[in-house]
Nanobody, 122 residues
Framework: QLQASGGGLVQAGTSLRLSCTASGLAFSAYAMGWFRQAPGKEREFVAAISWSGSTTSYADSVKGRFTVSRDNARNTVYLQMNSLKPEDTAVYYC?????????????????WGQGTQVTVSS
């Protein structure tokens, strides 16, 4: 089970940190990803991190603004979002693979959290 939290309503230019805590999974062995879905749009890749945290990947739209990290001792993955823009508004989902290497496609993830809403006002 994956439980995401930390979303909210913020103004453009500010920051948020999302958290996703896993239970019942071999968290420390699995790559984790963040995806988002805006109304009327398909779910899109945001960021991913390998099992050890040594490798990360970002969508071009968030590169340089968002940072993904993990704490395997706490079974938690984070998404630090800085310089938020109105186009970042979406429901954000965390997801877990059952492999250690990261991936960027939703189909490569086996487990999904319930999503947390991020709304950025201009």
């Amino acid at each position: 089970q994956l439980q995401a939290s930390g979303g909210g309503l913020v103004q453009a230019g500010t920051s948020l940190r999302l958290s996703c805590t896993a239970s019942g999974l071999a968290f420390s062995a699995y790559a984790m990803g963040w995806f988002r879905q805006a109304p009327g749009k398909e779910r899109e890749f945001v960021a991913a991190i390998s099992w050890s945290g040594s490798t990360t990947s970002y969508a071009d739209s968030v590169k340089g603004r968002f940072t993904v990290s993990r704490d395997n001792a706490r079974n938690t993955v984070y998404l630090q979002m800085n310089s938020l823009k109105p186009e970042d508004t979406a429901v954000y989902y965390c997801a877990s693979r059952v492999r250690g290497l990261l991936a960027t496609m939703p189909k490569d993830y086996a487990y999904w959290g319930q999503g947390t809403q991020v709304t950025v006002s201009s």
